[in-house]
């Protein structure tokens, strides 16, 4: 895959053509891991836990949305300012998500004792 | 951008009256990377605005995972999947009519703008049963939420009539605000569901809606496309905006990636 990431006719004009060969490719492996993400989430042989299999649908998620991202919407061919920034938006929200995360389960115990207070 | 822009006095590499030129660009190349790193600009901000929501989900799965992991089976896991595949067939098609532009395949590049709001329409329409249904078996959000049924057992519950049921019992805690522990105290008559299920739904909804808004805008923005390309304004050398709308539904796309895990494959 990474072998067409240069020399491929960057003198079509403004922008690099996708050839038709990596668009169905992309649009293949992204149908097989919509498959494998639902048969890991419901088939009784791939429980293994409700952390690793979120982990698990999660790393596909995020492979499938790399493809999305690197071919589709031609990140990896683009200019890389283009790539930056978007990762810089990525930063902000694994930022923004991860410390609510940390400030919401300071009060857990607290809400938990009112709530075990009040059902008393 | 669609005027000509009258008199290029600033044309240089001889195409000074190239009718796509605005005249504060220098070149066909500076003007198409300005508006590309203006998408992504906006696509950027599009994904700091789904992030709140994103936010929301993991603040409320991380301290509260029995809500999710119960409420997660009223979904249906084949209309999830089923609309996963519409989105990345439309996302292919997207791609294509970029690559048809560039490459002067006007019919090919219709056809697949064609496509791609027919997927869209799809997406829509599977949504619409998955929310007709919700709404007929009360699977909403906040105090709405009033479930006929447990998870998986469709409907036959009903004969209990939980509806009354539990109205008599959020009658006696009218006094409580926020009493939505009723659902839980009701014991054997009606569907026992853990305390504040009714968030799973509030975020289901916010999430899924948000998202259909933008499957919604998308389709007006390639209906628009559609009809200057059917006026023949698109070709290799003035494709920008259609390269723009595709990476607009790609990010639609994108969203939808982690929503459906999220939402409809947690165990």
């Known amino acids: 895959m990474s072998t067409t990431t240069h020399g491929h006719a960057q003198d079509h004009g403004l922008s690099h053509v996708m050839s038709a060969k990596m668009l169905l490719g992309v649009w293949g492996a992204l149908i097989v891991l919509t498959v494998v993400t639902v048969i890991t989430a419901t088939q009784p042989m791939f429980n293994f836990g409700a952390y690793a299999n979120l982990v698990i649908a999660m790393v596909i998620a995020t492979v499938k949305a790399s493809l999305v991202c690197l071919f589709f919407m031609h990140l990896l061919y683009d200019r890389k300012f283009n790539l930056l920034i978007f990762m810089g938006s990525l930063l902000f929200v694994l930022l923004f998500v991860s410390f609510s995360m940390m400030d919401t389960a300071q009060y857990q115990p607290a809400i938990q004792s009112r709530v075990e207070a009040q059902a008393q | ?267």
Request: with cysteine; glycine share 10%.
């Open chain 2, 1 to 267: 951008m669609s005027t000509a822009a009258a008199h290029n006095h600033h044309g240089e590499e001889g195409h000074g009256h190239d009718p796509h030129l605005a005249h504060h660009f220098d070149s066909p190349q500076q003007q198409f990377d300005s508006g590309k790193l203006g998408i992504w600009l906006f696509l950027i901000q599009e994904v700091l605005f789904f992030s709140g929501l994103f936010c929301a989900y993991a603040v409320y799965r991380a301290n509260h995972p029995e809500i999710f992991e119960f409420a997660h089976r009223y979904l249906d896991v084949t209309l999830g999947a089923v609309n996963t595949a519409v989105l990345i067939c439309s996302s292919l098609t997207a791609a294509w009519s970029v690559r048809a532009a560039q490459l002067g395949q006007r019919k090919l590049m219709i056809g697949c703008i064609v496509v791609t709001i027919a997927c869209a329409f799809g997406f829509l329409g599977i949504k619409y049963v998955e929310y007709a249904h919700k709404f007929h078996d009360g699977l909403l959000w906040g105090e709405k939420f009033n479930p006929k049924y447990a998870p998986g057992g469709h409907g036959e519950e009903a004969g209990h009539s939980p509806t009354a049921d539990a109205e008599g019992h959020s009658g006696q805690h009218a006094t409580a605000p926020g009493a939505t522990i009723t659902q839980e105290a009701a014991g054997e008559a009606k569907v026992t569901t853990p305390r504040n299920t009714s968030i799973f739904f509030s975020i289901y909804f916010a999430m899924t809606g948000l998202h259909g808004l933008h499957v919604i805008a998308g389709i007006i923005v390639y209906v628009w496309l559609l009809w200057r390309a059917l006026k023949g304004e698109f070709g290799p050398k003035q494709y920008a905006a259609i390269d723009f709308a595709a990476l607009y539904w790609h990010l639609v796309d994108l969203v939808w990636i982690y929503l459906f895990p999220l939402l409809y494959l947690i165990r």
